[in-house]
Structures are given as structure tokens and as C-alpha cells.
């Protein structure tokens, strides 16, 4: 069993129980090839940490921070991140799977999302203000009353976004993306 403050350690292969990683605070750490699938999350800490390759799949995540966190290439499909703390709150998502993830309500401004799945995912209500989402898949992503200003998607892929129903000012879209903002209209762009 680890202490409750663990700094500058690296992870690798390891199969993480509720006990590991519950009431824990991790600063400068790496995962590599690790495996939460089993954990629920609950008042845990993340600063600086990196995690690669990490299956987070149906985790369930309650009361975590996460401060200059970077995800690459990790399963999270399902998890959902509404309950994560707010408060010097930046992570970001790199070649990732996050099919179905939610983000319900959060306050992601200035987020990265970098090469990743984020099939029907959803944003209901999010503060997705200068967020990056570059060459992502946002198929049946859910964008209702979103704040997405200035956010890029100009390299993203198969969206829909209502502009009635979101806040999109100086948001960034592809002349290929227009069809995603029109598609409400039942007009053909070409």
C-alpha cells in the first residue's frame, strides 16, 4: 500500500484497486500500461503527472484534480468526468479513446484534445472556451448550450453544433465543417 503523498515515481504494468489510489496525492508521476478499470476514484490528486497507454474504461471517477495532466493514448471510454474538482483544474488528451465520455458541465477552457475518438460524447452545458480540438472524431458529440468560443475545430471531423443553441464566437471551423454547423437546415453543402 502507498502513502497518501507520492511524488516522482513511475508506474508501469501495474493493476490499480480502489485502496491504491483512493485519498492519495500523486505530483510528478508516470503510468505507463497501467489499468484503473477496478477503481472509483474518490478524493485523489494528479499534478504533473503523465500517464501512457492506461486503461481507464467505465472507471469511475468522483472528486479527482487534475493539474498539468497529460493523457496519451488511454482508454476512457464511458468515464464520466463531471464530478472531477474544478478548482486549477488542466488536463489534456492525446491520441485517446473517449467514446461516450462525459463531460457534463465543466469548465474545460484552453483543454487539448489531440487525435482522438470522441464518439457521442457529451458536452451539454460545458465551457469549452479556446479548447483545441485538433483532428478529432466528434460523431454524434452532444453541443447543447455550450460556451465554445474561440475554440478550434478546424481540424475535427463529423459534428454537428447547433449555433442557435451553443456560444460560438470567433470559434474556428473548416470550410469542410460548415456542414456540421448547417445540418439543422437540411441543406446540401458541397
Not at 3 to 26: G, T, V
Not at 98 to 115: E, G, P, R, S
Not at 168 to 182: E, H, M, N, P, V
Request: charged letters at 25%; a negative charge; hydrophobic letters at 40%.
Amino acid at each position: 500500500m502507498h502513502s497518501d503523498y507520492i511524488a516522482d515515481q513511475e508506474f508501469k504494468d501495474e493493476f490499480f484497486l480502489d485502496a491504491d489510489i483512493k485519498f492519495k496525492e500523486y505530483e510528478n508521476c508516470t503510468f505507463r500500461y497501467c489499468d484503473f478499470t477496478d477503481c472509483t476514484f474518490q478524493t485523489v490528486t494528479f499534478v504533473d503527472c503523465n500517464f501512457f497507454d492506461c486503461n481507464f474504461k467505465d472507471t469511475k471517477i468522483n472528486y479527482v484534480s487534475l493539474r498539468g495532466v497529460w493523457f496519451t493514448k488511454c482508454n476512457f471510454t464511458a468515464v464520466n468526468f463531471a464530478m472531477t474538482d474544478q478548482v486549477i483544474f488542466e488536463f489534456h488528451f492525446k491520441d485517446c479513446l473517449l467514446d461516450y465520455a462525459q463531460f457534463y458541465a465543466l469548465k474545460m477552457k484552453k483543454m487539448q484534445f489531440i487525435n482522438c475518438s470522441m464518439i457521442a460524447v457529451d458536452f451539454m452545458a460545458s465551457d469549452l472556451t479556446e479548447v483545441f480540438f485538433d483532428n478529432c472524431n466528434l460523431r454524434r458529440a452532444v453541443f447543447i448550450d455550450t460556451i465554445a468560443n474561440k475554440a478550434d475545430f478546424s481540424t475535427s471531423y463529423d459534428y454537428t453544433i447547433d449555433p442557435e443553441k451553443n456560444k460560438l464566437k470567433k470559434a474556428i471551423f473548416s470550410t469542410d465543417g460548415l456542414k456540421g454547423l448547417l445540418q439543422k437546415y437540411d441543406i446540401v453543402v458541397k
